[in-house]
């Protein structure tokens, strides 16, 4: 299986105001409301799934050490936490390994210091960066 896709259960909410898809996503470490990628008529039951963040981490801002070693997901107003062991990649970014997927990471400047390469972090993020992608195996 590839590294950066996760098995989760996907059922519909309300679409927002501006008519985009959301779906709320149960996996085994929490439940968060996010934007659904794929076609209306995939959503519900379990999917094998791509995370998407479309915001940059800023240590110290809107990421930082974890509270306690275990992969973790929950929503803290409109914004989503995502808990898991950030590493850095060769070409200046990041992946966050979450339960059993990677998400890739856009890193803000300054990035995150060296040290904390391969640690658990806590990464917030607006709920509306957030994605889904269904993804086939």
Known sequence: MDDDVV??????????????ARVRVRSDVGTAVVFW????EEVGGEHHVEWSIDEDVSWGSNTWP?????????????????????SFTADGGATLEFASALILLDLATPGPPEV??????????????????????
């Open 7 to 20: 098995l989760v259960q996907v059922e519909a909410v309300p679409r927002t105001s501006t008519g985009s």
């Open 66 to 86: 974890a509270a306690v070693p275990a992969f973790g997901l929950w929503e803290n107003g409109g914004q989503l936490v995502f808990r898991g062991r950030l």
């Open 116 to 137: 904390v390469s391969g640690t658990g972090a806590e990464v917030q993020v607006p709920q509306s960066s957030v994605s889904l992608y269904p993804y086939l195996l």
């Open 37 to 40: 990628a794929g076609a209306s």
